[in-house]
C-alpha cells in the first residue's frame, strides 16, 4: 500500500461546476495535509493546509479531514478553466517527521 | 531572497559525468528539502535538511548521491558518475521549522544525461 494515494484522473469537470479530489493515507501518526497545485512544467505550488478534522475553506478552495478514515479532501467551487492543473496531495512522514510524502497527483480539467 | 533559487534551470550531460545542482533557500527557512520528479511522475524524497541536525538522507537512491548545505543556508546536490536514469526535475524546497508549515519550491533544475 502506498503511503499516499490519489485516483491519477484525468478528472473532467464542466466550468463552475465543484471539483472534488481524494487522497487517503495509510500513517496514523500523520498530523499535517497540504494540497499543493502543479501546473504543467512548473513546480507545486501550495493552495491548502489543514491540520484538525473537519471543514476548512479559503475562497473556493475547501479541505476535509477525516482523521479516524484516514482521508482527506478538496473541493474546488465554481470551477475554472485556469484550475485544470495537477493537484497533489501531502502528509508529513512517519513518526511525526516533518518531511512530506506526496500522493502521485490527480489531473484536473475544467471544461469551458 | 523572495522566493527559493535554483541553478541551473536546465543541465543536459553526458552519461557518467558529475554535476552539481544548487538551491538557495527563502531567508530564515531552516528546513531545506530535494525532491526529484520523473516525467508524469509523482515527488520522490532524497534529503532533508533541518537546522544543525544531521541531515535525513534515507531517500537518496544510491551512494553517487550526495547533498550538502553550507552555513545553514544554501545546499548543492551532487550526482556522480550520471546516468540516464538520473534524468529528471530536481526540486529544492524550503521551510520554517515544524509540521503545520508548507513547503515553498524552486524552479527545479531539468536534468537530462544523454
Known amino acids: 500500500q502506498k503511503e499516499v494515494e490519489q485516483n491519477s484522473g484525468p478528472l473532467s469537470v464542466p466550468e463552475g461546476a465543484i471539483a472534488s479530489l481524494n487522497c487517503t493515507y495509510s500513517d496514523r501518526g500523520s498530523q499535517s495535509f497540504f494540497w499543493y497545485r502543479q501546473y504543467s512544467g512548473k513546480s507545486p505550488e501550495l493552495i491548502m493546509s489543514i491540520y484538525s478534522n473537519g471543514d476548512k475553506e479559503d475562497g473556493r478552495f475547501t479541505a476535509q479531514l477525516n482523521k479516524a478514515s484516514q482521508y482527506v479532501s478538496l473541493l474546488i467551487r465554481d470551477s475554472q478553466p485556469s484550475d485544470s492543473a495537477t493537484y497533489l496531495c501531502?502528509?508529513?512522514?512517519?513518526?511525526?517527521?516533518?518531511?512530506?510524502?506526496f500522493g502521485q497527483g490527480t489531473r484536473l480539467t475544467i471544461n469551458p | 531572497g523572495a522566493g527559493v533559487s535554483q541553478s541551473p534551470s536546465n543541465k543536459v550531460t553526458e552519461k557518467g559525468k558529475d554535476v552539481e545542482l544548487r538551491c538557495d533557500p527563502i531567508?530564515?527557512?531552516?528546513?531545506l528539502y530535494w525532491y526529484r520528479q520523473s516525467l508524469g511522475q509523482g515527488l520522490e524524497f532524497l534529503i532533508y535538511?533541518?537546522?544543525?541536525?544531521?541531515?535525513?538522507k534515507s531517500g537518496l537512491p544510491s551512494d553517487r548521491f550526495s547533498a550538502e548545505r553550507t552555513g545553514g543556508s544554501v545546499s548543492t546536490l551532487t550526482i556522480q558518475r550520471t546516468q540516464q536514469e538520473d534524468s529528471a526535475v530536481y526540486l529544492c524546497a524550503s521551510s520554517l521549522a515544524g509540521l503545520y508549515y508548507g513547503y515553498t519550491f524552486g524552479s527545479g533544475t531539468r536534468l537530462t544525461v544523454v
Open positions: 531567508s530564515g527557512h531552516t528546513a
Open positions: 501531502a502528509v508529513n512522514g512517519n513518526q511525526g517527521a516533518q518531511k512530506l510524502v
Open positions: 535538511f533541518q537546522g544543525n541536525s544531521a541531515p535525513d
